[in-house]
């Protein structure tokens, strides 16, 4: 059964930092890209970034380019999302991805996992 877990959520200020996990279980963890998606509130869930599988090629929205960044250990079955320069339009409830072994089809993986809320406070 595949199983994705995202931790690391939390309030932080305008301008903090705070890095998110998804451990993953159930699958070949090394064959799958792992995206990142968020919904903020009222707001419908978007694509914030992705990690391919075999090339680790990274993808970013416009929103958190520059900001984010998206990293993988595989011996953990783990991926990361560090966060900088938080703004309070990143508040959101963030959730992991997977189902594929390329970002260019995240919109179509089919594996999410419980999400994590991130609240950013000015």
């Known amino acids: 059964e595949v199983q994705l877990q995202a931790s690391g959520g939390g309030l932080v200020q305008v301008g903090g930092s705070l890095r998110l996990s998804c451990a993953a279980s159930g699958f070949i963890f090394d064959d799958y890209a792992i995206a990142w998606y968020r919904q903020a509130p009222g707001k419908e869930r978007e694509g914030v970034s992705c990690i391919g599988s075999s090339d680790e090629r990274t993808y970013y929205s416009d929103s958190v380019k520059g900001r984010f960044s998206v990293s993988r250990d595989n011996a953990k079955n783990t991926v990361y999302l560090q966060m900088d320069s938080l703004k309070s339009e990143d508040t959101a409830v963030y959730y992991c991805?997977?189902?594929?072994?390329?970002?260019?089809?995240?919109?179509?993986?089919?594996?999410w996992g419980r999400g994590t809320l991130v609240t950013v406070s000015s």
């Open positions: 991805r997977t189902g594929g072994s390329v970002c260019s089809i995240a919109d179509l993986f089919p594996y």
